[in-house]
């Protein structure tokens, strides 16, 4: 990264000047620190309370089955008093249907951000040849990622229907072909449900990946590759020993925002699955939403909340410490 | 350089295919919002006149009947992401700005410097939004903002405003500092050297950070689906809704859908170029 400030106007400038610095940059820290500090904090010292609220009614039923989420403190009246309690944390070990909604999340992640850096990758290298036509595949590539996610969800639903879909259509004629049925039941079963649930979010995020890459990619000189195919490389050593290593800083960069995406993910999985079946498909995202608006536990939300905090900071070190070992030693 | 007939021809391949898998699902849904419900429920029908009769009903049906409703909605969608994005631009051209141009030191602050503040503004954008969900519903209902358009505003500008300062910093960061100097050494304030002189030439910066934030506020549902319940509902919300309503209407939500993506895929379409240009400046520098 360049020295941002290298030539910037004076540190201990006079009071003028520390004035107008505070009026340009306070602005956003404060309000990051009154909606995004502040309620974390919050939602922290909650998570070590007990405090139930009735369901809440909203726009689209999160619902599903009530009786995993039972309140724990349910004797407890609606936020009486304050007494501090692990009792959030403890439960957190015994409860199946979170440890589903992590693993499950953990699925989301590793094999949408594979997926499609794979298939983003494919496409950059597309897209960086010359072409009749590069322009407009490039935004035809691009479309998927503008369409909100709900939307892409009922797309997602409509072409894996098992009956009324083209690809069901498709599955049939194959079925009479060979003559040996073929008949995947995408949302009725949770593992196809959750990879119908990873190849919806793929469709949609493969262009970020690609642009990014793409970007990448040219900004590699023309000299580096003219080298190599001068010394007699091939195609694809060059991609092996070049494109590659020289593309690992930002693809690191690429999976670890997707990563962190995917994290989030509930949208998807409200429309088409609505978690099902059973919490076959729930992500941890949706489980904190229905803890707190459906089944009232406040505290219990904040306390999962925390725990996927954590899992994404794990992650995100994680990810880091591996990819700069791994950037070195492909470079080295 | 010259290639091989079956490298191009593979090439070709991948680009047409791949164009249908990005296609088609856009294809499906339009070719269904003119399916009749026995068109829909018969089975896969791909062609209009050829395999099955199209019709207006739905359309009409969503723009007559369901005309106010769509237009409320619309509406709902239109205003919290333009506030979220002015609101946006604003607080995150000024912090960028800042962070480009001056040295902070926060001494009393774990002594942070220009580069923790940004990392820490970023940091913000990655956090789960399910961290928010507990303290944002006792927020919200304690100071009234549930299913108000000022309340959605907050918390979509609480999410736009990191990466809109990281790329405007990154901008700014581009820009040479000899323009402003020339303009305070001729008497011009701080403020007036920011607005008249580096905020014009930033405009492509500006564009791309309102495009993010205006397509990202538009298409989020978390939030909208926790702090709204009726009057304040945005499309997403909308859309999601349709799911448990008198059965799966295929044909009208096909309609709805493709009302609610329109604006967003259509500053796709237009602004490519600025989409490219702010992803790139955001992730591969920083």
Redo the contacts between chains.
């Keep these: 990264m360049t020295q941002p400030h290298a030539s910037a106007h004076k540190e201990e400038g006079r009071p003028h000047e520390r004035t107008i610095k505070r009026i340009f940059l306070m602005p956003a820290v404060i309000y990051l620190l009154l909606l995004s500090v502040f309620p974390m904090l919050w939602s922290l010292s909650i998570s070590f309370t007990e405090y139930q609220r009735g369901a809440m009614r909203t726009a689209v039923d999160v619902g599903g089955d009530a009786s995993a989420g039972t309140p724990a403190g349910a004797e407890t009246p609606t936020g009486q008093g304050i007494r501090l309690t692990l009792r959030n944390y403890e439960r957190m070990a015994s409860d199946q249907r979170l440890h589903t909604a992590a693993l499950n999340t953990l699925t989301y992640v590793i094999g949408g951000v594979l997926l499609q850096y794979v298939v983003g990758f494919l496409l950059a290298l597309v897209l960086h040849q010359d072409f009749w036509g590069r322009n407009i595949a490039r935004v035809i590539f691009l479309m998927p990622m503008m369409v909100t996610p709900v939307a892409a969800a009922y797309m997602g639903r409509m072409l894996f229907d098992s009956r009324l879909s083209p690809q069901a259509h498709l599955q049939r004629l194959l079925s009479s072909l060979i003559g040996w049925e073929i008949s995947i039941p995408w949302f009725g079963d949770g593992r196809w449900a959750t990879l119908a649930i990873i190849l919806i979010d793929s469709w949609q995020w493969i262009p970020f990946m690609t642009l990014l890459l793409l970007a990448g990619m040219q900004s590699i000189p023309e000299d580096i590759y003219e080298a190599a195919r001068v010394d007699g490389a091939s195609s694809f050593q060059i991609l092996r020993k070049i494109t590659f290593p020289l593309l690992l800083p930002i693809s690191l960069t690429a999976i670890l925002i997707r990563g962190l995406e995917i994290f989030k993910i509930i949208d998807i999985i409200v429309v088409t699955t609505g978690g099902g079946p059973g919490s076959a498909t729930e992500s941890l995202t949706m489980y904190i939403f229905r803890t707190a608006l459906t089944f009232g536990n406040f505290s219990y939300a904040a306390a999962i909340s925390y725990a996927l905090l954590v899992l994404v900071v794990l992650f995100a070190t994680l990810f880091l410490m591996l990819g700069r070992r791994f950037a070195r030693q492909s470079i080295a | 350089m010259r290639r091989k007939f079956w490298q ?1 021809t593979l ?2 391949a ?2 047409v295919l ?2 249908i ?6 294809y ?2 339009f070719t ?1 919002s003119f399916k009749t419900p026995l068109a ?2 018969r ?2 029908r ?1 062609v209009p006149y050829v395999d099955f009769q199209p019709t207006g009903d739905h359309w009409r049906y969503l723009f007559n009947e369901q005309g106010r409703t769509l237009a409320r909605h619309f509406r709902n969608s239109l205003i919290a992401a333009t506030g979220a994005t002015v609101a946006a631009v ?3 051209a ?2 960028g ?9 926060w001494r009393r602050f774990f002594n942070w410097r ?2 923790n ?1 940004a990392f820490w ?1 970023i940091s ?1 954008r ?14 919200y209902s304690w100071l009234n903002l549930i299913d108000t358009h000022i309340g959605l505003i ?2 979509y ?2 999410f736009n ?2 990466f809109a ?1 990281w790329i405007m ?1 990154d901008f700014f ?1 581009s820009l040479p ?1 000899e323009l402003e100097e020339s303009a305070l050494v001729d008497g011009a ?3 007036q050297a ?1 607005v008249r002189i580096v905020l014009p030439l930033s405009a492509p910066g500006l564009v791309s950070v309102a495009i993010f934030s205006f ?1 990202f506020s ?2 989020e ?2 939030y909208a ?2 702090l ?3 009057e304040a ?1 945005t ?7 349709q ?2 309503t008198r059965g799966i209407q ?1 044909w009208y ?2 309609a709805l ?1 493709l009302t ?2 329109a604006p ?2 259509l ?3 237009m602004l ?1 170029r600025y ?2 240009r702010g ?2 400046a955001g ?4």
């Design positions: 191009r090439l070709y991948v680009v791949w164009s898998v990005c296609l088609f699902p856009f499906w849904l269904t829909v429920s089975g896969p791909y604003i607080l995150g000024m912090g700005y800042g962070l480009a141009r001056y040295r902070y030191h220009n580069d503040i503004i913000q990655f956090l789960p939004p399910a961290l928010f969900v507990v303290p944002f519903l006792l927020l907050m918390a500008t609480m405003v990191p300062l910093r960061m500092i304030t701080p403020w920011f397509v538009w298409n549902f978390l689906l926790m709204t319940n009726y509902i499309l997403p919300v909308l859309i999601a809704g799911n448990n295929w939500i096909s859908t609610a993506v967003v895929v500053i796709g379409l490519e989409i490219t992803l790139t992730a591969i520098k920083g």
